[in-house]
């Protein structure tokens, strides 16, 4: 039974006058404790980063950045051909410009949080992983990643000593692995159910996957979408129903902080 657990929410995923989902990020701010702010390739612009940014701040919320593939038309949740190697640079393009925003905020980055196909496909591309660790060791080493549990980012960050974090997913299915089921659209999800799923993940450390099977799920933080339809409804159930249950809801850089 967990005690504590962090709530973070891809945040900050719209361009200019184009914005995803039904709910606004100013009305789920101050429902979460973590925020995974996109950084301009999948989503964002500079205006929207640094107001973002602004808002978490102001709500006491972990900045964390959001990078992901170059594919504003396919919002980042179609695999890029690219090396190991390019794929970082990327990364590195993109955390740097949250990092900015959130020092020019008066903020620290909290953590790292690879998006979409990115983010899957770091999941068992252990060179990926590996080069990814090695720039956070340079350059963010008191930085969290934000992985899957039993990934390979996972891995190579505990090895590197990296500080980490693994996801539970409130609005993704799962399959036997422990992997998310990968969807481009997750649809409109019943929010009192993904409540019931987060509270019995954090009483019992299971989920049951598509197959119907019950598998242990370890972690540190629960994500959910802000693009997801009805948003604002599934964080405010979530909360509700871990509260009840005594479960008291902070950054991830207060849970697992030395």
Not at 7 to 17: H, L, S
Not at 146 to 164: K, L
Request: charged letters at 25%.
């Amino acid at each position: 039974m967990k005690e504590i657990v962090d709530i973070n929410c891809d945040m900050g995923e719209a361009f200019g006058r184009w914005h995803v989902g039904d709910t606004q990020d100013s009305a789920l701010m101050e429902l979460i404790s973590s925020a995974n702010i996109a950084a301009g390739f999948h989503a964002g612009d500079p205006n929207l980063m640094d107001e973002t940014v602004r808002l978490a701040v102001s709500h006491g919320v972990g900045v964390g950045a959001h990078p992901g593939y170059r594919d504003l038309q396919g919002f980042g949740r179609r695999r890029i051909q690219g090396t190991a190697r390019e794929l970082v640079n990327d990364i590195v393009y993109q955390v740097g410009a949250i990092r900015e925003f959130a020092r020019r905020h008066g903020a620290s980055l909290q953590h790292v949080k690879p998006h979409g196909a990115l983010y899957m496909e770091m999941a068992v591309n252990n060179e990926f992983a590996q080069i990814f660790i090695d720039y956070m060791r340079a350059v963010a080493p008191n930085a969290y990643v934000f992985c899957m549990a039993g990934s390979a980012t996972e891995r190579a960050a505990r090895e590197a000593g990296q500080p980490v974090a693994r996801e539970f997913y409130a609005d993704r299915d799962y399959d036997e692995s422990g992997s998310i089921v990968f969807t481009r659209d997750a649809g409109r999800p019943d929010p009192a159910a993904l409540a019931r799923k987060v509270v019995r993940a954090c009483r019992e450390g299971k989920v049951t996957t598509v197959t119907g099977r019950d598998i242990d799920i370890p972690f540190e933080t629960i994500c959910f979408h802000s693009d997801t339809l009805g948003a604002l409804d599934i964080v405010r159930q979530m909360r509700a129903g871990l509260l009840a249950e005594g479960i008291r809801i902070a950054p991830i850089s207060e849970i697992l902080r030395a």
